[in-house]
């Protein structure tokens, strides 16, 4: 990470169900990925392009970003200076509690814009970070159930149910689970498809379709996803790179850093030891992982 940049990630205890990121970036690129929660983002200075199925938004300060979950997106600077954010990553079932008691949604709801101006929502946005970092769990939590709710009633509804018709979106579903199972060791794209019974263009059309990116580029968010998730139980990354089909640790931290901001060590420190340790000690692997 550039000397310029600095990011936390992070989760506040007082409020399960949530990541936090704070960070300034220049050089970082995040590649296509895809989240299982929402994603809410607030730039407070620069510019940032978010790179969507529809095109690409740049956003400036005053605006929100609103993805909705497993929706494949990418990020970079917009300008050479970059961007500096605060996004908020609740998960599904925190984002239905507050639709349920705020707005009367029920079921998975989803977002009909992307990017809107709001000045108000993107001040709420960063004042949970704000909060949180102070050890406000009452502000926190009252700010991030007001933000939700208020981007809820302006620019939400409920979320339509993807329905797989089509033979070749059933292939991609049964690819998807294969490499769920296989992720250390996947099959290779011709082997999936001869034993689908189709082309290897085919399964990859197919697969791009359904997902918003080919097998590969899938897998490698996918054991991204499930090494957050060993890394929060305490598995040391040495462990978690060859337990996932990454060569070594750098192989996964390189991949990690990309898609999840910060590096693998830095990930876990804010949640094995929730931070305590890390804001003492400053600045490690290019990453300042104390408030900014």
Wanted: proline fraction near 7%; glycine fraction near 10%.
């Amino acid at each position: 990470m550039a000397e310029d940049e600095w990011a936390r990630h992070w989760r506040y205890e007082p409020l399960p169900g949530l990541d936090l990121l704070r960070a300034r970036y220049v050089s970082q690129t995040f590649p296509r990925h895809t989240h299982s929660g929402y994603v809410f983002g607030a730039v407070t200075a620069g510019v940032e392009e978010v790179g969507l199925p529809h095109g690409t938004e740049r956003t400036v300060a005053g605006q929100v970003v609103m993805i909705n979950p497993e929706v494949p997106h990418t990020a970079r600077a917009g300008t050479p200076e970059g961007w500096a954010y605060a996004t908020l990553y609740p998960e599904a079932e925190t984002v239905s509690e507050i639709a349920a008691e705020s707005v009367g949604l029920r079921g998975t709801v989803g977002f009909t814009e992307t990017l809107v101006d709001d000045v108000e929502s993107a001040r709420l946005i960063a004042g949970v970070h704000r909060a949180a970092e102070e050890g406000n769990a009452l502000a926190a939590d009252s700010l991030l159930r007001v933000a939700v709710a208020r981007l809820l009633w302006r620019h939400g509804g409920p979320l339509p149910r993807r329905v797989v018709r089509t033979a070749g979106a059933r292939n991609a579903e049964h690819v998807r689970a294969t490499l769920e199972e296989r992720m250390a060791d996947p099959p290779t794209l011709r082997g999936l498809a001869a034993d689908l019974g189709t082309s290897s263009f085919s399964l990859l059309r197919a697969f791009r379709e359904r997902y918003g990116m080919p097998p590969h580029a899938w897998l490698t968010d996918a054991r991204v996803r499930r090494a957050r998730r060993l890394l929060e139980s305490g598995t040391p990354p040495g462990e978690v790179a060859p337990a996932l089909g990454f060569t070594d640790q750098s192989h996964l931290s390189r991949h990690f850093r990309r898609i999840v901001g910060v590096p693998p060590g830095a990930y876990q420190r804010e949640r094995v030891l929730q931070g305590g340790d890390d804001r003492r000690a400053g600045r490690e692997d290019g990453v300042t992982t104390g408030a900014q």
